[in-house]
């Protein structure tokens, strides 16, 4: 059982810069692979990045080199630092545990969820 609590959303203009955080409990939380999706309106939940059990990141090749993923030295908490925002990464976005799927780039992987984030990018 794993409980996942998402922050730091918010608004900024392109080319600015929004760290993410998300918080991870539960009695299986030091096992889990996590995740970053994200879900702009109209479209389907997309992957970010996602890091193994011992923190090792990995990234959707369209999301590479503006965005970085991490996790705390605890494992209790899992980061998205995003740089030079653009009005197309507006989305919701999510953080989701599972005890590393084999597949960790689809949505329907992962059992568990916060409850989302809203980014806004302005132009």
């Known amino acids: 059982e794993v409980q996942l609590s998402e922050s730091g959303g918010g608004s900024v203009q392109a080319g600015g810069s929004l760290r993410l955080s998300c918080s991870v409990k539960g009695t299986t939380y030091n096992l889990a692979c996590l995740a970053w999706f994200r879900q702009a309106p109209g479209e389907e939940r997309e992957a970010v990045a996602h890091?193994?059990?011992?923190?090792?990141?990995t990234y959707e090749d369209s999301m590479k080199g503006r965005f970085a993923i991490s996790l705390s030295d605890a494992k209790d908490t899992l980061y998205l630092q995003m740089n030079n925002l653009k009005p197309e990464d507006t989305a919701v976005y999510y953080c989701?545990?599972?005890?590393?799927?084999?597949?960790?780039?689809?949505?329907?992987?992962?059992?568990?969820w916060g409850q989302g984030t809203q980014v806004t990018v302005s132009s």
């Open positions: 989701a545990a599972e005890l590393c799927p084999s597949d960790r780039t689809i949505p329907a992987s992962y059992g568990y």
């Open positions: 890091v193994d059990a011992e923190g090792v990141p």
